[in-house]
């Protein structure tokens, strides 16, 4: 079964400043990595995705940056706000089955 | 509006009674999926549906069971809860589709489960 490492476990970080989460996964035919946000008391919603095609994808102050060849991906979060404060998984396509492995999850807290 | 809903939100029941989680969606979507998961940590999937009368089980291991019998209804049974099945209960919706990317998961706001 095809594993996803996610790093840290836990982020604490200052409001204005730069959160970084990576991920490392292992052999895979579909190159579809989704990151997902879950505050507490919700279930995980699909925050940004990134496909083979590009580098790098960025939505507002949200950035996944890709690297096929070493396998592994990662979000950073421009000038981090008290809002981000959520826990975040990213994922990775289980075979052709429409299934996702998540990583481990990492805990971001932005201090005011 | 289109939404997956999950209830009960919170359900606290004593050793060995039988219990169903409830998962409706109104997307239309064909896939749907089962997720335990602990405050704050990894999802394990536990059970996942392809459509109609189509279930598998998932990576995680459970004693739960999963039924399909309408697109947009897809309810998890406990025959005998103990405490160890306490956890957050997450069920998520996606869309078919024949192409190679998947596709995003919708994911209910979760059932909280405590055994006593």
């Known amino acids: 079964q095809q594993q996803v490492k996610q790093s840290p476990q836990s982020l604490i970080v200052q409001k204005g400043g730069i959160s970084i989460i990576n991920c490392a996964y292992e052999n895979t035919a579909f190159d579809y990595f989704p990151w997902y946000q879950q505050f507490p008391g919700k279930g995980p919603a699909l925050l940004i995705a990134?496909?083979?095609?590009?580098s790098e994808k960025k939505e507002g102050r949200f950035t996944i940056s890709f690297n096929k060849s070493a396998k592994q991906f990662s979000l950073h979060i421009m000038d981090s706000q008290p809002g981000d404060s959520a826990t975040y998984f990213c994922a990775a396509p289980s075979g052709n089955t429409g299934k996702l492995i998540f990583g481990q999850g990492t805990t971001l807290q932005v201090k005011p | 509006e289109a939404d997956i809903y999950q209830t009960p939100r919170y359900l606290v029941i004593g050793t060995g009674k039988k219990i169903t989680l409830e998962c409706s969606q109104t997307?239309?979507?064909?896939?749907m999926y089962w997720y335990q998961q602990d405050p704050g940590m990894e999802l394990h999937l536990i059970h996942y549906?392809?459509?109609?009368?189509?279930?598998e089980k998932g990576d995680l291991s459970s004693e739960s069971t999963v039924s399909r019998i309408r697109t947009e209804h897809f309810p998890l049974t406990l025959e005998s809860a103990r405490p160890s099945h306490t956890s957050q209960y997450l069920c998520?919706?996606?869309?078919?589709?024949?192409?190679?990317?998947?596709?995003?998961?919708?994911f209910g706001p979760g059932t909280r489960l405590t055994v006593l």
């Open positions: 997307m239309g979507h064909d896939k």
């Open positions: 549906s392809y459509g109609v009368n189509s279930t």
């Open positions: 990134i496909r083979p095609d590009v």
């Open positions: 998520a919706s996606s869309e078919e589709r024949q192409t190679r990317y998947l596709n995003e998961q919708f």
